[in-house]
Each structure stands twice: as C-alpha cells, then as structure tokens.
C-alpha cells in the first residue's frame, strides 16, 4: 500500500505518526517549499520529536537522490525483494518548480546529528569542488538551477550567469532529473551526448543535480517548517 499509494496513508493510516510521516515525506519530495509550521505542529501532536522530523527530511531527501540515479541509469533489481516498486508511469506530469524563495534560519538544525552533518559536508563537498567530468563552473549552474526549481533561496540565481547552448543542455538535464525524473530516456542525453559528454560524465550531470536537490529539499524543509501558512 505504501508503495502503490502513499496518499492513502497520509490519510487514512489510523496511527498519528504514520500518516505524518508519509505527510512529510511526501511534502519532501514533491514541494519541500510548501512546508509551513502547521505541517511540524500536526507532526508534534501525532507524537514525533524534533528528532523523527528531522530524521523523515533527511531520509526522504537521500531517497529522492537515489531513487533519481536509478531513473537515470536505469539499471534492473538483480535481487529479489517482497515489494516491487511500481512501474515508471512516462505520462505523470513532471512536478512544478517554487513560486517563491525560501529563506530564513533552520527550525531544527543538522547539526543534531553531528556524523550526519559532518557526512553531508564531505559529500557537498566531493561533488562541487571537483573539475572532472564536469567543471566546477558547471557544477554551480546545475546546483543554482535546482535550488531555483525547489525554492532554496540560499543559493544565487542562476539567471546572471553566461547562458550559451552547453549551459541550455546541462539545465535541461538537470530540470528532467529534478522535476521528473521518471521521464529520463536515452533521448534525454543526446544533446549532451553531441556535444562530447561520454557515460561517465553524462552521470556527473546526473548525480550533481540529484545530489544538489538533496541539499536544497533539506535546506527548504529545514527553514519552511518555521514558516506561517501563506
């Protein structure tokens, strides 16, 4: 059920914290920008801790990364699991970017969880300040794309930088991962592909951008649960 409908069991779960859970992970993954106070209210009432809250932003936003690499690779299960996911539906609509930038101080802190934090720092690290495949000039396009597209205001928008034709492919790729990433094909790495990226670099694209919406989904939560209703 979870997996065929997690709606259902945002609302019809009969345990509290069941159901603002899936609320959370659910609001995580499709519009972090529209988490509000009353979202961490409801989840305080039905028994969760500042703790549960922070662990369910964190989980949803690393299973979000992965979940995105195994669309991009689409590489099968070589094992056997109870639960098959569901198929990738191509005609789900892909989900609408942030209307509005969030900013503001974290209503609970990563610092928390100090390995946690400590972990996210040496992985944010890794993945913009390397220059291969992908130069770090390009890492910060694709990391400002999504952070605009999920509603992080903590990072510059993108529209001063430089946009010619490499920059155009690199956003598209980067928007299909972000936004729907259940539409990737191999008609989606073309361009990129003409324009000389091999395997190993159309996966950089791949894995900054879905790394990168990791970071922001965290970042937005983290700040929009503090937030009135709007």
């Known amino acids: 059920m979870v997996l065929a409908d997690p709606r259902a069991i945002a609302s019809h779960w009969p345990q509290p914290r069941t159901r603002s859970l899936a609320e959370l992970t659910i609001t995580v993954t499709e519009a972090p920008a529209k988490l509000s106070r009353a979202h961490y209210d409801r989840a305080i009432e039905a028994g969760l801790s500042d703790d549960d809250i922070l662990q369910a932003i964190l989980l949803a936003s690393y299973f979000g990364h992965l979940n995105r690499i195994a669309d991009a690779v689409a590489v099968p299960l070589d094992y056997q699991v109870r639960h098959l996911p ?8 892909a989900l609408p970017p942030a ?9 609970i802190e990563v610092a928390k969880r100090p390995a946690t934090a ?27 794309y999504v952070a605009l597209w999920l509603g992080d205001g903590g990072i510059s928008n993108p529209t001063d930088l430089t946009v010619n034709p490499l920059d155009d492919a690199l956003r598209a790729l980067a928007e299909q991962v972000t936004l729907a990433p259940w539409h990737l094909s191999s008609a989606s790495f073309m361009p990129l592909r003409a324009a000389g990226f091999d395997d190993a670099a159309l996966f950089d694209v791949c894995a900054t951008a879905s790394s990168a919406g990791m970071f922001s989904r965290i970042e937005v939560a983290l700040i929009a649960l503090g937030r009135s209703e709007t």
């Open 86 to 93: 569901p198929d990738t539906d191509p005609t789900v609509p």
């Open 99 to 107: 209307v509005d930038a969030v900013v503001g101080k974290h209503l």
């Open 118 to 144: 400590a972990a996210l720092a040496e992985w944010r690290s890794y993945i913009f300040t390397r220059d291969a495949p992908l130069t770090r000039r390009q890492r910060h396009l694709i990391a400002r």
